[in-house]
């Protein structure tokens, strides 16, 4: 009976993706599916905090680095900018989508399949390092599907 109990505690606490700090909250992590490995991947996720914090940077084993870029539109020219350091002001969310900011994974190690999921650790200056597991998407996929819950699921 111990057991069964101290096992629930270990499922619920990996189920929970939270660091010391529990301000931080990434919601609806993903990312699109690729068709090649040698092209970056690209991911995104919405992240809240209660107390202003900063992402510092994201890892995974899915590739050799992620870097985070802004897109800067010129005219009829859109380009992406490195982003060193995302700044997460206390109480707003922070939306990294399809057209915008997001997560590019360089040196892919494999192509990304629809219907997997890798992991992602993001390292806050403040909430320290949160662990997502990010679904894949399809390759046209503008955003998770379950982001509104259907009754009855
Ligand atoms: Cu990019």
Redesign the pocket.
Same mark, same amino acid.
């Given at each position: 009976m111990k057991k069964a109990i101290l096992l629930l505690v270990a499922i619920w606490s990996i189920s929970l993706p939270v660091a010391a700090d529990e301000s931080v909250r990434i919601l609806d992590a993903w990312a699109r599916a690729s068709i090649l490995a040698s092209r970056?991947g690209?991911a995104y996720a919405t992240i809240e905090s209660a107390s202003d914090d900063r992402l510092l940077g994201v890892t995974t084993p899915a590739a050799d680095h992620v870097?985070i !870029?802004a897109v800067e539109s010129d005219g009829d020219v859109s380009r992406?900018k490195h982003v060193e350091v995302l700044e997460i002001p206390a109480g707003q969310r922070v939306t990294l989508a399809p057209g915008g900011m !997001?997560m590019?994974l360089m040196g892919l190690h494999d192509k990304l399949d629809e219907g997997t999921t890798f992991p992602m650790t993001l390292s806050f200056e403040k909430a320290g390092e949160i662990a997502v597991d990010v679904p894949v998407l399809g390759i046209a996929a503008e955003g998770p599907r379950n982001a509104e819950k259907e009754p009855g699921q």
């Open positions: 970056p690209a870097m !870029h992406m !997001h590019m």
